[in-house]
């Protein structure tokens, strides 16, 4: 079975709405940790945010959102954030504390495998990496590898994702970990072709767009893919 | 290989798509730097259309009591020593066969020095540039235009230099494999800082050698402007080993990464950052687009660290104040930018000064007229 890995962004209503996520189907959540300049995110994680942040969300009211949803759900959680929150709370205390918080693993966003190898992560691939940085990659990450499905930043698009496939062959024949692929992936369809060659699918910006709507927009959303993924 | 270079700074904290790029840079870069064909390309492009090398001009009236020498890349083509570092990561781009340059802008002068070169060497170029920049240094927009390069206004956060260099990284991070990111200032994941500075360290070796031609001895000081730093690590480059001459950068006062940050991450290189206790960066604020910039190159904080740079500040007023009176006492109009570092010429304790004169003020009429 496919996992199912949804991201909403670090908010009041994010304990309810991850709730909703898991009843519907979702395997994991990843936890957006908001940046002010976020380098790979696309215009509606980028706005989401700014809001989060204009909200107050920052590090010490994420990891508390993060424990209030760990109360709620008992699927995986991951973090998701930047470079510089670490830089300033300490890298280690960070990723301490987020698993003290009830985080599974973590994923900073701007920290390839080459950078900082020691901190326990989810390590991501996109079709630039070299094989060479796939094998790195697979040999540090945590649990399962992220396939990055598009060269470029997260967003839902039109057109697919047509670089995942060879990334998936080329990262299969390195490596056994389970992968799961994001970016670029936001409708049922395109769930379900991402699932034809990796063993998880992410949704980002989707995700996000719909919880504005409230759970119950969310659960539906979530159930859409769970049905395409199951189907 | 470590890419911290600079002690604890510098490194590469980008998203996993670019790390290729930037190891295609890397050795594309090694392999150009000590290559006679490139460096004697670069020379010849330098002195027949750039205008290399720039003049050392004495300014007795301006600072009276003082030798006061300033490094005139505001001859240079296009009106600043921007061009420098554009025409050489131009050439590599070249070399690695992108067809593509993007590039983002604050003042408009590395937009305009990353047209121009595009327009000379053939390449399509993209600029980034902050909506709120736009509006204040219009004739550089009309100017990109003129030179084929396709303007995109930032409308995110401040619309300034921050917003705008997110967005070249982001075009970059969704093109890279048809296009050089050719950024403007010796900040970014490595090896940006180094490449820049090496480009840019024409202007400290020719200053060094024509004050010494002019006084025979080494300045006292030199002193240079920082917003990311390009101008300042080219000339301090020229001095790093007199242990003798003091090295003195010169920040905006609203905008004062080095004087008032702390360490942080943006734009893929761990420097010092006005950023707040959480790791988010916060705003500049300074009436010279150039130097309106949350951070700063990664070597400037180590040089500040191990003491053999100092960074100062100086307030709008003081540059507008530097800025006139240059214009009125020697007839040479500086940009806003390099005005900064003017003010501080003005009253450090030292006798013989030399300052780099980074861009030329047309671009700021308006800015000035209207303050």
Same mark, same amino acid.
């Given at each position: 079975?496919?996992?199912?890995?949804? &991201?909403?962004?670090?908010?009041?209503?994010?304990? @309810?709405?991850?709730?909703?996520?898991?009843?519907?189907?979702?395997?994991?959540?990843?936890?957006?940790?908001?940046?002010?300049?976020?380098?790979? =995110?696309?215009?509606?994680?980028?706005?989401?945010?700014?809001?989060?942040?204009?909200?107050?969300?920052?590090?010490?009211?994420?990891?508390?959102?993060?424990?209030?949803?760990?109360?709620?759900?008992?699927?995986?959680?991951?973090?998701?954030? &930047?470079?510089?929150?670490?830089?300033?709370?300490?890298?280690?205390?960070?990723?301490? =504390?987020?698993?003290?918080?009830?985080?599974?693993?973590?994923?900073?966003? =701007?920290?390839?495998?080459?950078?900082?190898?020691?901190?326990?992560?989810?390590?991501?691939?996109?079709?630039?990496?070299?094989?060479?940085?796939?094998?790195?990659?697979?040999?540090?990450?945590?649990?399962?590898?992220?396939?990055?499905?598009?060269?470029?930043?997260?967003?839902?698009?039109? @057109?697919?994702?047509?670089?995942?496939?060879?990334?998936?062959?080329?990262?299969?024949?390195?490596?056994?970990?389970?992968? &799961?692929?994001?970016?670029?992936?936001?409708?049922?369809?395109?769930?379900?072709?991402?699932? @034809?060659?990796? =063993?998880?699918?992410?949704?980002?910006?989707?995700?996000?767009?719909?919880?504005?709507?409230?759970?119950?927009?969310?659960?539906?959303?979530?159930?859409?893919?769970?049905?395409?993924?199951?189907? | 290989?470590?890419?911290?270079?600079?002690?604890?700074?510098? *490194?590469? +904290?980008?998203?996993?798509?670019?790390?290729?790029?930037?190891?295609?840079?890397?050795?594309?870069?090694?392999?150009?730097?000590?290559?006679?064909?490139?460096?004697?390309?670069?020379?010849?492009?330098?002195?027949?259309?750039?205008?290399?090398?720039?003049?050392?001009?004495?300014?007795?009236?301006?600072?009276? /009591?003082?030798?006061?020498?300033?490094?005139?890349?505001?001859?240079?083509?296009?009106?600043?020593?921007?061009?420098?570092?554009?025409?050489?990561?131009?050439?590599?781009?070249?070399?690695?066969?992108? %067809?593509?340059?993007?590039?983002?802008?604050?003042?408009?002068?590395?937009?305009?020095?990353?047209?121009?070169?595009?327009?000379?060497?053939?390449?399509?170029?993209?600029?980034?540039?902050?909506?709120?920049?736009?509006?204040?240094?219009?004739? !550089?927009?009309?100017?990109?235009?003129?030179? /084929?390069? %396709?303007?995109?206004?930032?409308?995110?956060?401040?619309?300034?230099?921050?917003?705008?260099?997110?967005?070249?990284?982001?075009?970059?991070?969704? !093109?890279? %494999?048809?296009?050089?990111?050719?950024?403007?200032?010796?900040?970014?994941?490595?090896?940006?800082?180094?490449?820049?500075?090496?480009?840019?360290?024409?202007?400290? *070796?020719?200053?060094?050698?024509?004050?010494?031609?002019? %006084?025979?001895?080494?300045?006292?000081?030199?002193?240079?402007?920082?917003?990311?730093?390009? !101008?300042?690590?080219?000339?301090?480059?020229?001095?790093?080993?007199?242990?003798?001459?003091?090295?003195?950068?010169?920040?905006?006062?609203?905008?004062?990464?080095?004087?008032? *940050?702390?360490?942080?991450?943006?734009?893929?290189?761990?420097?010092?950052?006005?950023?707040?206790?959480?790791?988010?960066?916060?705003?500049?604020?300074?009436?010279?687009?150039?130097?309106?910039?949350?951070?700063?190159?990664?070597?400037?904080?180590?040089?500040?660290?191990?003491?053999?740079?100092? +960074?100062?500040?100086?307030?709008?007023?003081?540059?507008?104040?530097?800025?006139?009176?240059?214009?009125?006492?020697?007839?040479?109009?500086?940009?806003?930018?390099?005005?900064?570092?003017?003010?501080?010429?003005?009253?450090?304790?030292?006798?013989?000064?030399?300052?780099?004169?980074?861009?030329?003020?047309?671009?700021?009429?308006?800015?000035?007229?209207?303050?």
């Amino acid at each position: 079975m496919t996992a199912l890995v949804v &991201y909403l962004m670090s908010g009041p209503e994010t304990p @309810e709405l991850a709730e909703a996520a898991v009843e519907a189907g979702a395997d994991l959540v990843e936890l957006g940790f908001p940046f002010s300049d976020p380098l790979a =995110d696309g215009p509606i994680i980028r706005k989401a945010a700014e809001r989060a942040l204009a909200q107050g969300m920052r590090t010490e009211a994420c990891l508390d959102c993060l424990a209030r949803v760990r109360k709620r759900v008992d699927a995986p959680l991951v973090p998701m954030t &930047y470079a510089s929150l670490l830089e300033a709370y300490g890298w280690e205390r960070f990723a301490a =504390d987020a698993r003290e918080a009830g985080a599974t693993s973590l994923i900073v966003a =701007d920290l390839p495998a080459s950078e900082r190898p020691d901190l326990r992560r989810i390590q991501l691939v996109a079709p630039t990496s070299t094989d060479e940085r796939i094998g790195l990659a697979a040999t540090l990450t945590d649990g399962w590898l992220y396939l990055v499905s598009v060269t470029g930043t997260t967003g839902v698009r039109a @057109e697919g994702t047509p670089a995942l496939a060879g990334l998936a062959a080329r990262a299969r024949r390195l490596t056994d970990v389970p992968l &799961y692929a994001g970016f670029g992936i936001g409708t049922p369809a395109q769930a379900r072709a991402a699932a @034809e060659v990796a =063993d998880g699918v992410v949704v980002g910006s989707r995700a996000v767009e719909v919880a504005e709507d409230g759970p119950a927009a969310l659960r539906d959303y979530v159930r859409s893919l769970r049905l395409a993924l199951d189907s | 290989m470590s890419t911290h270079l600079y002690g604890a700074y510098g *490194g590469r +904290y980008v998203p996993e798509t670019l790390v290729p790029a930037l190891d295609e840079l890397e050795a594309g870069w090694e392999e150009v730097r000590d290559d006679p064909a490139f460096r004697a390309e670069l020379e010849e492009l330098g002195a027949t259309y750039a205008g290399r090398p720039t003049p050392l001009t004495l300014c007795l009236r301006f600072a009276p /009591g003082k030798r006061v020498y300033l490094k005139r890349e505001d001859l240079l083509h296009t009106g600043a020593h921007k061009l420098n570092n554009a025409l050489g990561q131009a050439l590599l781009a070249r070399r690695l066969g992108k %067809e593509r340059i993007v590039a983002e802008t604050g003042a408009g002068q590395h937009g305009v020095a990353a047209a121009t070169v595009s327009a000379r060497l053939g390449l399509d170029c993209v600029v980034f540039m902050g909506s709120e920049d736009m509006r204040r240094q219009r004739p !550089n927009v009309e100017r990109m235009r003129l030179l /084929g390069a %396709e303007v995109i206004p930032v409308e995110l956060g401040t619309r300034t230099l921050k917003e705008a260099t997110s967005e070249a990284i982001r075009y970059w991070i969704t !093109n890279v %494999e048809t296009t050089h990111y050719l950024i403007g200032s010796c900040v970014g994941p490595h090896p940006y800082p180094e490449i820049v500075r090496e480009l840019q360290a024409v202007v400290g *070796g020719e200053a060094r050698e024509q004050l010494l031609a002019a %006084e025979g001895r080494l300045p006292e000081v030199a002193i240079a402007c920082v917003g990311g730093g390009s !101008n300042a690590i080219g000339l301090f480059a020229g001095f790093l080993d007199d242990e003798g001459v003091r090295l003195l950068g010169v920040e905006a006062a609203g905008a004062a990464s080095l004087a008032a *940050g702390r360490p942080a991450i943006l734009h893929g290189a761990r420097s010092s950052v006005l950023a707040d206790e959480d790791g988010q960066i916060l705003d500049a604020h300074s009436l010279a687009p150039g130097l309106d910039y949350p951070g700063v190159g990664p070597q400037h904080a180590f040089l500040r660290d191990s003491g053999r740079a100092e +960074y100062v500040t100086a307030t709008d007023e003081e540059a507008l104040a530097a800025l006139r009176r240059l214009a009125e006492l020697e007839g040479i109009l500086p940009a806003l930018e390099p005005a900064h570092a003017l003010a501080r010429a003005l009253d450090c304790e030292e006798e013989l000064v030399l300052v780099c004169l980074s861009g030329r003020g047309d671009k700021d009429l308006e800015a000035i007229v209207g303050s």
